[in-house]
């Protein structure tokens, strides 16, 4: 890394550790109540999903019973858009939805850290064409990640644009302009600005003492011009007579015209209109998300947003010689689940396969097409095999970065796998997605030598060695490792059917290992339904349930007064099928083996965590941390509990199974079921996070029911710092991206400059794209505990726009005892250079409408208008009617000069008497036809330059009995 670089990124470093956010509070405000980035990201997401939800319901003649407003939750906007109706009885839950948001708002907030001096990401130093700049091809990206079904990276995307947009609105004087509607220049790159105040204009002068609320100079805001604060942390200079950002760190604003003009918080120097500033930044922002909307379309939209009430259907499956009858069971248990659940809200959201062999994998198949999916995998067979080992991880890496965040993972096979290596990468991804890994493992429990089977393929078998990669892996995420023979299969896949029900919880984990007698307490509430316990171990294991009345059930009592059991190779599942389940239950196990203990049920109410770090100042605020937290420092999370509003949470905890060890963090509300959760001085170990607390829904208010819910994936602590400086997660086809990155080792939380040492670095991207990567890197005496490397990835100049790329990088110490991880998406975006709008022009309007409304489903009007996306745009894309009942014909015309026209041809009853045509290009620019049916009040027939058809034959007499209508047609540009 050039040193220039190196002090750049120290710079950022210490600013932002120091505080230097100069934007909306980024997720929280705890002085003032002011709004941050999150409340504005949240309110505008909510709003506009609720508003395309009500829009798919009026074309399905549903009922839609919900006020848009920003009193809006998503569980709330989640029942309204469910087609199972609004019955408060319907199981629903909103996690996922949830989760979509709130990878928006961290990304959004990320922009503080990253760009945290750049000038054009906050509209500083009346940079408006760079912030612009920034939105368009962001919001270009986000749609071609859509295209590609990226949508995780199309949401990070999607927060970091926002970001930028929503500081328009804080940092420059649109507001004290008097506007009230957003500045719609800013997300079309073809409209001009308007009214900037030029380079050597005086925008500012000096605030009276501590009051800044008259410092806009009265010309400035006479003529109309558009100017922004300028900031800086390092110097104070700026040009003559500008406005300055304002706070502690902008030194621009202690010299002459001193004093600011931001909005950020209620205590800014202009924050009297601060609450303006952030409604404005919501409709500007749910303009972006329309935007957005028009192209990609409504289902994909909802997709986008997370608004999906089911899972997807994931399966990773071995396709060597000796996998035939594994394969038919994955096509049997798959179909059986689409067929029972397609048509209903239980659908899956999405389906997704990944074959793997040796030397192969691949290609992944991810649809929402339910018979696409059937076809793929009724296209699999088993074949080959030679060596044993086969290409395992590799796959589920495929899987774990296409797949949704919180998804459950179903890989079969009965081979070791070949691509270990692989497994600090798999666990980062698992970690980092908290997607839960279930390995239905048919080799482990076959006889250990290679026999030869009825159709000649080998029989293969693993090492327990082998299996336990499978275990540990399934253990880090919350998954299982179930070991069956071939013919067992059938009867242990009922797990995944139990997986694709809805609103599916885990109420309790644990694992063992090594294995000893113990008891588990479990609290179940009374929203959960269809309870399941699942028990892993050897043969031996025997176990004893005891419900909360003290009725107790044997490991011998298959079907008892508690629940019905099966047993099928290392799993028993326990069904409970007692009517009154709600109070603490007790397991207890004894085996002296490895074992594992989940709990599930169905309930609305659940809770996402995610890990976030704080900084310090006057600005202090969080943003996610990356990577694992630091062994005997300090850690906090974000907790957001989803699906009721009469839990009141009393305790969330860090429990180490194999300690036991649990520690207790401390709450802290910040509105609407959000907890930030403090944990001190966290020791090295595994831990999962519990939440406890008091339901009252189901119970008298004097005696709330208690409440419990489990994360399924572990939280593993690290002496390790990985800290990657990324500032441009965008990269071209055809071109190489260096993404520098620093190692250390800390003591207690921090780094410790004394210590020296090698780590081993392992990098991998999921796209097997070229990259280079240091193997090691030393950390030497004097560099301050540090060590820099650099990664290096180049993609393919044939990789389709809109591919993500997910780059994980690890370091593991001398002793291979500790690693930590960083994961970085990166989105393959072609540069755009098509920015205009597809043109409309009328060609002929003709209508004969009767002046009684009565009579005017007996008339028809039309309108015919040429479409053009001009002689060097990428070509129009789509035509459809964004409002009116008519019906719409088009054909294709090629001009002379080779340019391409599209003829529309638009006709509708009388009594629909607008339409709103939405035209796209093929990078996404949108353009719209307006056209409306207006009575004039002259007597005289009338028709349009186009059509003078009916004038020129004088066609009076018909004046008497009919209303003759000209139909005005408007263009309204949109850039998508």
Avoid at 362 to 371: R, W
Avoid at 378 to 383: E, F, G, H, I
Avoid at 456 to 482: E, F, K, V
Avoid at 617 to 636: C, M, Q, V
């Amino acid at each position: 890394m050039a040193a220039s670089q190196t002090v750049m990124l120290e710079v950022v470093v210490i600013l932002y550790l120091s505080g230097l956010i100069h934007s909306f509070q980024p997720l929280f405000s705890f002085v003032g109540n002011s709004t941050t980035h999150r409340v504005i990201t949240q309110k505008a997401v909510l709003r506009k999903t609720a508003e395309v939800c009500r829009d798919i319901a009026a074309s399905e003649g549903r009922d839609f019973n919900l006020t848009i407003d920003n009193s809006l939750t998503t569980d709330k906007v989640l029942r309204a858009c469910s087609t199972t109706g609004s019955s408060s009885s319907s199981l629903l839950s909103s996690i996922k939805f949830q989760t979509s948001i709130a990878n928006m708002y961290f990304s959004n907030a990320k922009v503080d850290v990253i760009f945290a001096l750049s000038e054009a990401h906050h509209f500083d130093d009346e940079t408006f064409k760079g912030g612009r700049d920034i939105i368009t091809s962001g919001v270009s990206a986000v749609k071609e990640s859509v295209k590609q079904e990226n949508f995780v990276t199309a949401r990070t995307t999607l927060g970091r644009v926002c970001h930028t947009l929503q500081d328009f609105y804080s940092h420059s004087n649109w507001v004290e302009l008097g506007k009230e509607v957003p500045y719609s220049a800013l997300i079309r790159p073809d409209e001009p600005f308007q009214n900037l105040a030029g380079p050597k204009t005086p925008t500012c002068r000096n605030c009276t003492k501590e009051n800044c609320s008259d410092n806009l100079l009265p010309d400035l805001l006479q003529q109309g011009l558009l100017t922004s604060g300028y900031f800086n942390a390092l110097s104070s200079a700026k040009p003559a007579g500008k406005c300055s950002h304002g706070g502690t760190f902008d030194r621009t604003s202690k010299c002459d015209p001193a004093g600011g003009i931001n909005k950020d918080e209620v205590g800014s120097s202009h924050g009297s209109l601060h609450y303006k500033a952030a409604d404005l930044a919501v409709s500007a922002t749910m303009e972006l998300l329309e935007d957005v909307r028009v192209v990609i379309r409504d289902k994909n939209f909802l997709r986008l947003m997370g608004l999906s009430q089911s899972s997807v259907l994931c399966f990773v499956i071995d396709t060597t010689g000796s996998m035939n009858d594994d394969i038919a069971e994955a096509k049997r248990i798959s179909f059986d689940i689409i067929d029972s659940k397609r048509g209903t809200p239980q659908e899956p959201s999405a389906y997704i396969l990944v074959p793997f062999n040796d030397p192969g994998f691949g290609p992944l198949v991810l649809t929402t097409d339910a018979d696409v999916f059937k076809n793929n995998i009724n296209k699999l067979s088993a074949s080959g095999g030679g060596d044993i080992p086969e290409l395992c991880l590799s796959g589920l890496q495929l899987a774990l970065t296409s797949a949704p965040p919180s998804s459950e993972i179903f890989v079969f096979t009965d081979a070791p796998a070949k691509d270990a290596h692989l497994k600090s990468t798999i666990t980062a991804l698992i970690e980092n997605s908290k997607s839960v890994v279930t390995f239905m493992l048919t080799g482990v429990l076959e006889s250990r030598r290679h026999r030869r089977g009825l159709r000649g393929a080998i029989s293969r078998s693993m090492s327990q060695s082998n299996a336990q990669l499978y275990r540990d892996l399934a253990q880090a995420s919350g998954g299982q490792a179930i070991e069956v023979t071939k013919s067992e299969l059938s009867l242990a896949t009922s797990v995944i059917q139990d997986s694709s029900a809805s609103a599916v919880v885990t109420v309790f984990q644990v694992v063992k290992n090594p294995g000893k007698p113990d008891y588990f307490t479990f609290t179940i509430d009374g929203s959960l339904k269809n309870m399941t316990v699942y028990i892993t171990g050897a043969s031996s294991l025997t176990f004893t349930l005891t419900s909360p009345a003290g009725v107790s059930q044997s490991f011998s009592q298959s079907s008892g007064p508690l629940a019905s059991f099966t047993t099928v190779g290392n799993l028993r599942r326990l069904s409970l099928n007692i009517e009154n389940q709600t109070g603490s239950w007790v397991i207890s196990v004894n085996s002296n083996n490895p074992y594992s203990v989940k709990v599930t049920g169905q309930s609305s109410v659940d809770f996402i965590f995610n890990l976030v770090e704080a900084h310090e100042g006057p600005h202090g605020d969080f943003s996610l941390k990356e990577g694992r937290p630091l062994s005997g420092g300090n850690a906090t999370l974000l907790v957001t509990v989803t699906g009721s509003d009469t839990v009141k949470i009393t305790e969330v905890t860090l429990f180490d199974s194999s300690g036991p060890t649990e520690i207790s963090g401390s709450l802290q509300s910040v509105g609407r079921g959000t907890f930030l959760v403090t944990f001190s001085g966290v020791p090295a170990g595994d831990f999962v996070v519990r939440l406890r607390g008091e339901d009252s829904s189901s119970a008298s208010k004097s005696t709330p029911s208690s409440f419990q819910r489990q994360a399924s994936t572990q939280i593993k602590t690290s002496s390790i710092s990985v800290t990657v400086h990324a500032n441009n997660t965008n990269i071209e086809p055809g071109s190489t991206i260096t993404i520098p990155f620093t190692v250390a080792m800390t003591t207690g939380g921090f780094i410790d400059d004394s210590t020296t040492g090698t780590f081993t670095v392992r990098a991998n991207n999921d796209r097997s794209y070229t990259m280079t990567s240091p193997s090691t890197l030393s950390v030497t005496e004097g560099s301050g505990g540090k060590a820099n490397g650099t990664v290096t990835l180049t993609v393919p100049g044939n990789a389709a726009s809109g591919t993500d790329v997910t780059l994980t990088i690890g370091a593991e110490n001398a002793a291979a005892t500790d690693i930590n991880y960083a994961v970085i998406r990166l989105s393959v975006t072609a540069k755009i250079t098509d920015i205009n709008r597809p043109v409309c022009q009328e060609v002929r309007t003709s209508s004969s409408c009767p002046s009684s409304a009565s009579l005017c489903a007996s008339s028809k009007w039309k309108f015919i208008a040429n479409l053009t996306d001009g002689i060097n745009g990428t070509g129009i894309d789509s035509i459809t009617i964004r409002r009116g009942n008519g019906t719409l014909n088009t054909s294709t015309v090629t001009e002379a000069g080779g340019e391409d026209t599209i003829v529309a041809t638009y006709s509708a009853s009388c009594c629909s008497q607008s339409v709103e045509l939405t035209v796209v290009d093929k990078v996404g620019n949108v353009g719209r036809c307006v056209g409306q049916i207006r009575a004039l009040s002259t007597a005289a027939p009338v028709t349009t330059a186009a059509d003078n058809t009916a004038s020129s034959r004088g066609h009076t007499s018909n004046i008497s009995h009919c209303l003759w209508i000209s139909v005005v047609v408007s263009l309204l540009w949109k850039f998508k």
